[in-house]
Nanobody, 126 residues
Framework: QVQLVESGGGLVQAGGSLRLSCAAS????????MGWFRQAPEKEREFVAA????????YYADSVKGRFTISRDGAKPTVYLQMNSLKPEDTAVYYC???????????????????WGLGAQVTVSS
């Protein structure tokens, strides 16, 4: 059982930056693909970004490509989401997830992730 705890959320003005962190409970963290998802009020949860087990591959939703960067530190073990040029439409609860995802094409599929954090609120004011 992997426990995930997000931190780093908050309130920021449009154009600003935030970095989310997700701390995992065990060092077998390296076995899992790590992903970030988000859920805005009255909307379904959606994929944001994912990173492969070896950090060799990353994958982003079109809406955040070029603004967000996902990374992981196996020594901590922690996964990060650096968010730059934030927009009001980025306002959401952001969730960290871990999964033994085999195919790159499945990185954005929520059903492929087995473990989830409780979420961190990000609010971007205009």
């Amino acid at each position: 059982q992997v426990q995930l705890v997000e931190s780093g959320g908050g309130l920021v003005q449009a154009g600003g930056s935030l970095r989310l962190s997700c701390a995992a409970s065990e060092r077998t963290f390296s076995r899992y693909v790590m992903g970030w998802f988000r859920q805005a009020p009255e909307k379904e949860r959606e994929f944001v970004a994912a990173i492969s087990k070896s950090s060799g591959s990353t994958y982003y939703a079109d809406s955040v490509k070029g603004r967000f960067t996902i990374s992981r530190d196996g020594a901590k073990p922690t996964v990060y989401l650096q968010m730059n040029s934030l927009k009001p439409e980025d306002t959401a609860v952001y969730y960290c997830a871990a999964g033994d995802v085999f195919y790159f094409k499945d990185y954005s599929a929520q059903s492929k992730y087995d473990y989830w954090g409780l979420g961190a609120q990000v609010t971007v004011s205009s």
